[in-house]
T-cell receptor, first 110, second 116 residues
Framework: GEDVEQSLFLSVREGDSSVINCTYTDSSSTYLYWYKQEPGAGLQLLTYIFSNMDMKQDQRLTVLLNKKDKHLSLRIADTQTGDSAIYFCAESRGYSTLTFGKGTMLLVSP | GAVVSQHPSWVICKSGTSVKIECRSLDFQATTMFWYRQFPKQSLMLMATSNEGSKATYEQGVEKDKFLINHASLTLSTLTVTSAHPEDSSFYIC????????????FGPGTRLTVL
């Protein structure tokens, strides 16, 4: 079956790097996504990576994919208090259906 | 681009009433939209896939007579919660796929429904 697992909570200090980890079980996943959800709001697509890529960098965000271990991570460099939110990992086998993890709450303290 | 809006952003209603939630793609056409439900501190659960001009496809366990979906145009899908009960209280989020970008869903801001 399909399953996406994330750690529930991460606390870092402002200026440090944050690393949020995710594991998935579906080896046929085509795309893997990271979404950000602020309190009371919808989901904001942060970045995504194709399953044939190992790494993708976008400004402060670095996504690493270990397809062999089915492990995905999101690194946020120079974490700011505005980065405090819930981060969802999601996987897709192509065209639409997303399976989400339960989300990781990132708390950034000054 | 790729902005999705929802209306209302929050609604409180009495048990037994029906509530309609709108999902609009503001700057693109969306042949396909999705409706999710999110309980507190939980992940998003897909309720149904809404296709313009055809019937919605519901996920297992979702009552189609309870949650009516209408995708009447390329920019609008509506979810009507019929005869709402307190257990229907939740955060409802829609998403849309922009044509030619089938692997990316753009999410609306969500609608908080509270049924008294």
């Amino acid at each position: 079956g399909e399953d996406v697992e994330q750690s529930l909570f991460l606390s870092v200090r402002e200026g440090d790097s944050s690393v949020i980890n995710c594991t998935y079980t579906d080896s046929s996943s085509t795309y893997l996504y990271w979404y950000k959800q602020e309190p009371g709001a919808g989901l904001q697509l942060l970045t995504y990576i194709f399953s044939n890529m190992d790494m993708k960098q976008d400004q402060r965000l670095t996504v690493l994919l270990n397809k062999k271990d089915k492990h995905l991570s999101l690194r946020i460099a120079d974490t700011q208090t505005g980065d405090s939110a819930i981060y969802f990992c999601a996987e897709s086998r192509g065209y639409s259906t997303l399976t989400f993890g339960k989300g990781t709450m990132l708390l950034v303290s000054p | 681009g790729a902005v999705v809006s929802q209306h209302p952003s929050w609604v409180i209603c009495k048990s037994g009433t029906s509530v309609k939630i709108e999902c609009r793609s503001l700057d693109f056409q969306a042949t396909t939209m999705f409706w999710y439900r999110q309980f507190p501190k939980q992940s998003l659960m897909l309720m149904a896939t809404s296709n313009e001009g055809s019937k919605a496809t519901y996920e297992q366990g979702v009552e189609k007579d309870k949650f009516l979906i209408n995708h009447a145009s390329l920019t609008l899908s509506t979810l009507t919660v019929t005869s709402a009960h307190p257990e229907d209280s939740s955060f409802y989020i829609c998403s849309a796929i922009r044509d030619r970008e089938a692997d990316t869903q753009y999410f609306g801001p969500g609608t908080r429904l509270t049924v008294l």
